[in-house]
């Protein structure tokens, strides 16, 4: 049996509609594969289900830490892949949504653990990325791992570290070490689709997703998160938007050329996200032609179960 269906791809693309459609005619329960919607507090700035969304269909891993704990690719991993075994031993099919590249294929996949911290090599990275900017660190790791530079964000620091980091203990890029433990592993019976729109359609709808945002209340969210003194965290994590509204808020830019830098990035990070499911062929590229709704594709998509 299929053990899940998942619906990846890039931010407003229309996969939270998409698994619900599917999870309603599959009569079974979503897990989240996003990175960021795992937090609480941050509903509006992630994106996540609504509470209506939320009452229709069963979610796992939204809202499940406060931004300043930590939730990782691993505890992911090993908790989706727990509730897609219960499923299954129901004899339903999961789906799974989401946008994060590396929770998706740590769910289908499994995930490649690496060697162990190395603090010295750590410290002197740190170091070189507080002194010289993270830049650099970024710029060394376009030379070494191409391929994982283009699918992280240019000032994900943690995330440039640890490949740096890995690159200087095995001598082999992160991202070959990763392609070479899917090839060893058993990956999950898993059923792949994104919906593919034309690059400008797909920005307007970023565009329209960020206005929408703000009218619903994105400032009053962050606002809500300083408060409880979550700054520092949002700052770690670098979820879309957070950084930028906080910006505003301190006073150092208009809410106009906020906005305007959040759908810039929030852009630029979509890019990154279609280069990640584009190298993996098992996703199925699903073309969204006008007067096609997603009712006809999830059931296109039941049919190939």
């Known amino acids: 049996m299929t ?40 509903e509006i700035g992630t994106s996540a289900p609504t509470a209506e969304e939320q009452a229709q269909v069963r ?19 090993r908790s989706s892949r ?13 789906v799974v949504v989401g946008g994060s590249g590396l929770y998706v294929s740590a769910l289908i996949d499994g995930l490649f653990d690496g060697p162990g911290k190395d603090g010295v090599i750590r410290e ?18 376009e030379a070494v791992d191409p391929d994982y530079s283009a699918i992280i964000s240019p ?3 943690r995330r440039i570290t640890r490949a740096l980091e890995v690159h200087e203990l095995t001598g082999q890029p992160i991202s070959r070490l990763h392609r070479d433990h899917r090839e060893q592993t058993e990956s999950l019976d898993a059923v792949q689709v994104a919906l593919d729109y034309p690059r400008d359609v797909l920005y307007a709808r970023i565009n329209a997703r960020v206005d929408d945002m703000i009218r619903r209340g994105f ?11 979550h700054e520092r965290h949002l700052m770690q994590i670098k979820s879309l938007g957070y950084r930028e509204i906080i910006s505003y808020l301190h006073g150092t830019q208009s809410l106009e050329e906020a906005v305007a830098l959040m759908k810039r990035n929030t852009r630029r990070y979509a ?7 584009r190298g993996d062929p098992r996703i199925r590229s699903v073309k969204v032609e006008p007067g096609v709704d997603l009712d006809s594709i999830a059931e296109d998509i039941l049919a190939t179960l």
């Open 82 to 94: 727990a509730v897609v075994k219960e499923l299954n031993a129901r004899g339903k099919i999961a």
């Open 124 to 141: 002197r990275l740190q170091h070189e990325a507080e002194t010289a900017g993270v830049g650099k660190l970024y710029a060394r790791l």
């Open 155 to 157: 000032t994900d620091l």
């Open 59 to 77: 979610h796992h891993f939204i809202g499940v830490r406060d931004p300043g704990e930590i939730f990782s690719a691993g505890e992911f991993e």
């Open 3 to 42: 053990a899940l269906v998942a619906v990846v791809g890039p931010t407003a693309s229309g996969k939270t509609a998409l698994a619900l459609a599917l999870a309603n005619r599959l009569d079974t329960e979503i897990i989240s594969a996003d990175s960021m919607q795992v937090y609480r507090g941050m």
């Open 271 to 277: 890019k990154r996200q279609l280069t990640w499911f």
């Open 219 to 229: 400032v009053a969210e962050v606002e809500r998160l300083l408060a409880a003194g």
